[in-house]
């Protein structure tokens, strides 16, 4: 059995698969006065803000209704981002659970004084939980990836949520095991 059929087995049955188009999002925003940190360039919580827009954007649409963010991993600045960049973040789910969905990001700016191509500047991966109007997490649509990149995405983010699942198993397991020995901190 591999990867990909166990997290489908563990999908509603009911409710058919969505091909990852269906659900891409980019949200683009000129960066302002407003967004910098003290060394005039924009504020990384700023970008952060983006990224969890556009990504719980793409996890609403996927998931066909309300969807709360439930973990940020790996989010990387890779170039500093100005005043007067148009900053675009380019979010799709690269993984659906039963009841999550890991949305990659890729935040890209273009330089407003520069006739260049958008750079690169961040990037991220988030696992959003859908949720029902109690706040319960309920199942989710079988991303269904459509092309060679979407596929080698889905098979990283399988590889990222096994080890998600293992440090926090890791953990807890240590926190318990010093509780047990009536160490305190
Ligand atoms: C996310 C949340 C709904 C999970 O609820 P829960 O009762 O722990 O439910 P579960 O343990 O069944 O988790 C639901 C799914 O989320 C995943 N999940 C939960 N916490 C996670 C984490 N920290 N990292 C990755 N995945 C996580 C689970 O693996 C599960 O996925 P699956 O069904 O695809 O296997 C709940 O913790 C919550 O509401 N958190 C607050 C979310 C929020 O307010 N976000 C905005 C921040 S201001």
Known sequence: MTDQASAAE???????????????????HIMT???????????????MKLVDDAAGAVAGRHSGGPAVTASM????????VRVGDLVHVKAQVNWTGRTSMEVGVRVLAERWNESTPATQVGSAYLVFAAVDADGKPRPVPQVVPESERDERRYQEAQIRRTHRLARRRAIRELREKRAAEGIED
């Open 33 to 47: 006065h407003n967004d910098t940190n003290l060394l005039g360039t924009v504020h990384g919580g700023v970008i």
């Open 10 to 28: 563990t999908a509603a049955p009911e409710i058919p698969g969505k091909p990852t188009a269906a659900s891409r999002t980019t949200l683009s």
């Open 73 to 80: 991993d790996e989010m990387v600045f890779l170039e500093p």
